[in-house]
């Protein structure tokens, strides 16, 4: 539960950065996405319930932003990170120095 | 819990299923609401943006004396046209013409920008009287776009650059008209400008109110670069725009 909620607050966070933050930093008009860029680390580091929450909210506040249809974000958030997620467990083998 | 999502999950998928429907259906109001809600926090998170913008920012001294010397230029001019006001308004009142209308401006600040588009958020929205189509300029008289989608308290801001945007514009000096489009990420080109006119590299774009949606002669770039061809009627170039997203706080509406 606690963790549930330190995941919905930083990703609203990470979420405000992007689209109030982020534009200042673009290169020739290009915008990282910050967004996504923390759920394929959170896809490497953390469980499934907790990657969910991340990319439900952080889809949820993109979807505030974005002109595309309510939801999309949330879709694409879920998508890619189950995505990061089965190429990581399954095709990546990340280095352990422990 | 987990058990219960593993039982139930074509009830779990459903319910998320139709609570992405039912916010799609009212997502304006729940953009609306959410975006007013957030942004005192966003507007500052801009302003640190603009900052740390400012500070990275160098200008060299080459660059800082010749722009001292464009100031004192500038200045002569700024007097000579002062007087040419001065005369204006004494004929006008001479002739009985009407005075020339000042702007009524809605002070708006950024609060953040559409993820995928040249589109910005702005801190003002319906309850403050902005409208669909209205013209935003900076507080240097430069045009930044147009007002889009309006909420309650916050409303979207079409910049000129946005893509599959188009609008009317002249060479300033000149009555060469042609028209903008915006192809997005902040990038523009100048079309439909006849093959008989000239166009030069560093010509001044500014605003036409042919096409109705911004008024007469506000700044909008400078030409960067030219393509003409002959097999075609026109020709039309690269604009650089004045406004710059990085080192905008604040803009204004025009309510008139």
């Keep these: 539960m606690k963790s549930g909620i330190v995941v919905i607050v930083s990703f609203c966070i990470i979420s405000l950065m992007q689209v109030s933050f982020l534009p200042h930093l673009s290169i020739a008009g290009w915008t990282p996405n910050i967004v996504l860029l923390f759920l394929l680390i959170m896809a490497s580091f953390t469980s499934v319930k907790i990657g969910i929450e991340a990319a439900l909210t952080g889809g949820f506040f993109l979807d505030l932003y974005s002109y595309l249809p309510f939801g999309s974000w949330i879709v694409i958030s879920l998508v890619f990170f189950i995505t990061a997620r089965y190429i990581l467990r399954n095709y990546v083998r990340l280095p352990q120095y422990i | ?256």
């Design chain 2, 1 to 256: 819990m987990h058990t219960f999502f593993i039982k139930y999950k074509l009830i779990v998928l459903l319910f998320f299923v139709s609570a992405v429907l039912i916010l799609s259906v009212s997502s304006g109001s729940v953009r609306g609401t959410f975006t007013s809600l957030f942004s005192p926090m966003q507007s500052l998170i801009w302003k640190s943006g603009t900052t740390i913008t400012d500070s990275f920012s160098e200008v060299s001294r080459e660059r800082v004396q010749e722009l001292v010397e464009e100031n004192f230029a500038l200045r002569g001019k700024l007097l000579s046209f002062e007087e040419m006001a001065k005369e204006n308004e004494r004929l006008r009142e001479a002739l009985g013409a009407l005075p020339k209308k000042e702007f009524d401006l809605l002070f708006s600040e950024i609060i953040g920008k559409e993820v995928e588009r040249d589109v910005l958020m702005l801190n003002k929205g319906a309850k403050e009287g902005v409208r669909q189509g209205m013209p935003v300029i900076t507080q240097g008289r430069v045009a930044v776009g147009t007002i889009g989608e309006v909420f309650l308290h916050t409303a979207k801001l079409h910049l000129l650059s946005l893509k599959g945007g188009a609008s009317d514009v002249k060479v300033q000096g000149r009555e060469v008209v042609g028209v903008l489009r915006g192809i997005g990420r902040y990038r523009a080109l100048l079309d439909l400008i006849p093959q008989e006119e000239e166009l030069k590299e560093g010509d001044v774009i500014v605003t036409s109110s042919l096409g109705g949606l911004l008024p007469d002669d506000l700044l909008i770039g400078e030409v960067t670069s030219i393509e003409k061809s002959d097999l075609t009627a026109f020709q039309g170039g690269n604009v650089e725009l004045f406004f710059q997203v990085k080192k905008e706080n604040s803009l204004f509406i025009l309510r008139n």
